[in-house]
């Protein structure tokens, strides 16, 4: 039976409930070719493709679709309804949209869910990380911490301000009449498939903060060779992952990507059929397969007492959000020990100074020396934007900048380079677009050093050398600071040298 042409496309959309697909499943088909074409993509799976369109028979469009994905595409039907609600979630549009809303006040009905719901939409269209609503004394500030750095996206009128931050808190199930506590709590999208928010509030001077951090499950690559490690760093971990008891931890300041860095070797472990717990605070992505426990210091779920508790529990592996004293560092490292593998974070600058900070929290040498197998140290890069990148010649400004840091000057001497000789050589640099809010970077990336404990290295932890001693040692067997891994990042256009300059310069 030949079916009509109407017939063979079936409706979905709708049944979906018209989720939103994430921006890079949107972006297969740029704005002004759905616009053209009337049809979007509303999922990709690799190389799978599914495509929405009023007229799937449309010559044209079948042509681009096959050139820009190849065969695996599978055709459904569109309304016109449809197009215009995906042509909304363009993020170039946002902007003018939030504007309408505002120029049309809060009387309106439904403005505000709308308004509310625009803001988040255009935050996670931007990759926006964070977002904070700050009201002043007239009006509201909203910005986007975007790869790290904030950006101010617009203002509010202040009537406005109270009537989105009274939405927000009534999505989260916040207390709706107190103004006067910082609240707490988690917003889940009908909208958006893999993510949901974290809500926090704090009374100013001028009216309620809220603060939005945004939880994506659906991109997190956490491959590590993707986080930025480079072949030697992965062959380290991979090897020290693989014993059965000890430490491994993960340093660096707050927003230094080093949980990640654990989330990461936490996959890895995953594989294997052993008994994985963690005590976090706050569990920021869910893992399946491991279980996650979340610090609560109101019902005396601290690190130290989870710790202990958790130890009764027989697991394989442990993750220990941070270690933050003296307590919480000598039961670890007697979990570690007693033959479980210990995996936790330090606030210290680099990877020599964790074991410094172990024995300052007192814990003991012996303890330190022979359960500590692996020490990473990181700090996080933007990368240059890949839309607009170019080649340029290396700016004076920042010769005479590298100049100034002695730490820089000497990775390049031990790198074989002279800072007298970088000028005439080529460096990738972002020209700013509108991908990447015309800052030139688009993502981040770590950088990193990583520690392993060897004999000698056991020795003189036992013996109490001074770091740089312990330092010289691990650079026989290849060791290199984060410097060196940031600057192998510049010469290979990953990064620019101002970042690198900026991301160690408390070193
Ligand atoms: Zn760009």
Redesign the pocket.
């Given at each position: 039976m030949k079916l009509s042409k109407k017939q063979s496309y079936s409706y979905i959309f709708e049944k979906r409930e018209r989720k939103v697909p994430s921006p890079e499943t949107l972006m297969c088909i740029p704005r002004e070719l759905v616009e053209e074409f009337q049809a979007f993509v509303f999922d990709r799976k690799g190389k799978k493709v599914e495509v929405a369109a009023i007229d799937p028979e449309n010559e044209l469009l079948k042509n681009f679709v096959r050139n820009r994905f190849g065969g695996d595409v599978k055709w459904f039907s569109a309304k016109k309804e449809d197009i215009s609600f995906i042509l909304k979630h363009y993020s170039r549009d946002f902007k003018e949209d939030i504007a309408k809303l505002i120029s049309m006040g809060v009387g309106i009905n439904g403005n505000i869910v709308e308004l509310a719901g625009l803001i988040i939409a255009y935050a996670v269209a931007e990759k926006a990380s964070d977002v904070h609503l700050e009201p002043l004394r007239n009006e509201s500030v909203i910005r986007f911490r975007v790869d790290g750095v904030l950006h101010k996206i617009l203002t509010l009128p202040k009537e406005m301000h109270n009537a989105v931050v009274a939405r927000l808190k009534l999505l989260a199930n916040l207390k709706m009449d107190d103004y006067r506590h910082p609240q707490d709590g988690r917003i889940e999208l009908e909208r958006f498939a893999d993510i949901s928010l974290r809500i926090s509030t704090m009374p100013t001077l001028h009216g309620e903060k809220v603060a939005l951090r945004v939880l994506d499950d659906s991109n997190k690559d956490l491959s590590i060779r993707h986080l930025g490690f480079s072949e030697q760093h992965e062959n380290i971990i991979l090897r020290n992952i693989e014993k059965p008891f000890g430490l491994i931890v993960s340093s660096g300041p707050t927003g230094s990507g080093k949980t990640t860095t654990l989330y990461g070797l936490l996959h890895l472990l995953k594989k294997d059929k052993i008994n994985i717990s963690t005590l976090e605070d706050p569990v920021e992505y869910a893992v399946d397969g491991i279980n996650q426990i979340q610090i609560n210091p109101r019902t005396n779920l601290t690190f130290a007492s989870g710790l202990r508790a958790l130890l009764r529990q027989d697991p394989d592996v442990m993750m220990v959000g941070e270690i933050r004293d003296s307590e919480t560092a000598i039961m670890a490292t007697e979990a570690a020990l007693t033959g479980h593998l210990v995996l936790t974070t330090l606030h210290t600058n680099d990877a020599v100074s964790v074991i410094t900070r172990f024995l300052e929290m007192k814990a003991e040498e012996f303890a330190v020396a022979s359960t500590l197998n692996l020490i990473i140290a990181q700090r996080l890069v933007r990368k240059v934007?890949d839309?607009?990148k170019k080649e340029v010649e290396i700016d004076d400004a920042i010769i005479k900048k590298i100049k100034e840091r002695k730490d820089i000057v000497n990775a390049l001497t031990l790198m074989g380079k002279e800072v007298n000789k970088l000028k005439g050589e080529k460096f990738l640099v972002?020209a700013?677009?509108d991908?990447?809010l015309q800052t030139?970077y688009?993502g981040r990336i770590g950088i990193f050093e990583a520690l392993e404990i060897n004999k000698p290295i056991y020795d003189l932890i036992i013996g109490h050398a001074p770091t740089e001693r312990i330092k010289e040692e691990a650079r026989k067997n290849g060791f290199y600071e984060m410097i060196i891994d940031g600057l192998e990042k510049v010469f290979s256009g990953i990064t620019t040298f101002e970042e690198v300059l900026r991301a160690t310069r408390n070193n």
């Open positions: 934007c839309v607009c972002g700013g677009c991908a990447c030139g688009r």
